[in-house]
């Protein structure tokens, strides 16, 4: 089985430039996450989609960021424009709502760093 | 405010030993509690989830306990490994929303654990 695949691996950018990060979750799979982890912290939720809906955007920083998810699908976050502290680890995950299970799958994230 | 706080320092043990990782929380009421294994450069991996009714839970090497009293939940390797070497991450899970749909995991900011051979 495929895992969740980003691209891409490493992006710099200068601060005030914008960035685009793409997902493709697991297949099958309806719900997917994005997280942003700063460097010696957890992963914390940017905004979670169910199929083609935002479920959770609460924590995204909606003046800079916003996220889609097409068909269900693929989906790309982006950054516009982007400033220092946005430097961070980028995370994918995806997830099959089955029963009350909800193990999460984790891509291998864009590591993001803005000068 | 809502909390969750690992072993605060990097933990270092001898090959062979059992590793003890904790988890503890605060003003959270979790459905369920999850510990993942993140390597550098890669993105977190599950390991073991356990729910708020289940008071333990085996893997393989691997045991997770969960007290609600005590908001704790405790992550063992026993036998430990140099390949065991790794970043450990608790989550929690709640149900954010009335209809059930929404379930998230909040992330603990992880232990960094060394085995020594």
């Known amino acids: 089985e495929a895992g969740v695949a980003q691209s891409p691996r490493y992006k710099i950018i200068e601060k005030r430039q914008s960035v685009a990060f793409w997902c493709n979750p697991i297949s099958g799979h309806a719900t997917l996450y994005w997280y942003q982890q700063i460097l010696g912290q957890g992963p914390k939720l940017l905004i979670q989609?169910?199929?083609?809906?935002?479920?959770?955007d609460s924590q995204l920083p909606k003046d800079r960021f916003s996220a889609e998810r097409l068909k269900g699908v693929d989906s790309t976050l982006k950054i516009q424009p982007a400033k220092l502290e946005d430097s961070a680890v980028y995370l994918c995950a995806s997830s099959f709502l089955a029963g009350s299970y909800n193990e999460q799958f984790f891509g291998p994230g864009t590591r993001l760093t803005v000068l | 405010s809502q909390k969750i706080e690992q072993n605060s320092e990097a933990l270092n043990i001898q090959e062979g030993k059992t590793a003890t990782l904790t988890c503890n929380y605060t003003?959270?009421?979790?459905?369920?509690l999850q510990w993942y294994r993140q390597d550098p450069g890669r993105g977190p991996v599950f390991l073991l989830l356990i729910r708020e009714n289940e008071k333990e839970k085996r893997k393989e090497r691997l045991k997770v306990t969960f007290d609600t009293t005590l908001k704790q939940s405790l992550f063992h390797i026993t036998a430990s490994q140099p390949a065991d070497s790794a970043t450990y991450l608790c989550a929690l899970e709640e149900y954010r929303f009335s209809s059930g749909s929404a379930r998230q995991l909040t992330f603990g900011s992880g232990t960094q654990l060394t085995v020594l051979p």
């Open positions: 989609f169910q199929n083609n809906g935002v479920v959770d």
């Open positions: 003003n959270y009421s979790p459905a369920y």
